[in-house]
């Protein structure tokens, strides 16, 4: 692999599912995420505190390219921003005015094309 581009990233899904239970249920974390948890190993096999894409983000020595929509309010852009600091190594991150979750190169066509050419001409056809 060359290189990886991720659009929207969360960074932990214990964090966003923590996010997304204040934000749209107005809910406490207790008792709704240990019962989310458990729901979720049953039905998917999995924890979801082991769902951590910071750590592999943290681990590459691939380059990234981060995008995220600054008014993203499903998944925050904050969650791209922190992976991005936290890699090291090549990356390049592309926060998108005015959009919203998936919404970058729809809201912002001409310069979503203009990062992304630029990272791919770097990265993937060098």
């Excluded at 981060?66 to 309010?73: N, Q, R, S, T």
Aim: net charge neutral; aromatic share 16%.
């Amino acid at each position: 692999m060359r290189c990886t581009i991720a659009d929207c990233s969360y960074s932990s899904l214990e964090e966003l599912i923590r996010y997304q239970l204040k934000k749209y249920y107005h809910l406490p974390t207790f008792p709704f995420l240990p019962l989310a948890e458990v729901l979720i190993k049953i039905r998917a096999g999995f924890w979801i505190h082991d769902v951590v894409p910071m750590d592999a983000a943290v681990k590459s020595n691939i380059p990234i390219l981060f995008i995220h929509g600054l008014e993203d309010d499903f998944v925050p852009y904050y969650m791209s921003q922190a992976m991005y600091d936290a890699k090291p190594g090549k990356k390049e991150i592309y926060l998108a005015h005015y959009a919203k979750h998936a919404q970058s190169c729809q809201k912002n066509p001409t310069e979503y094309k203009m990062v992304l050419d630029k990272f791919l001409e770097t990265y993937y056809f060098d």
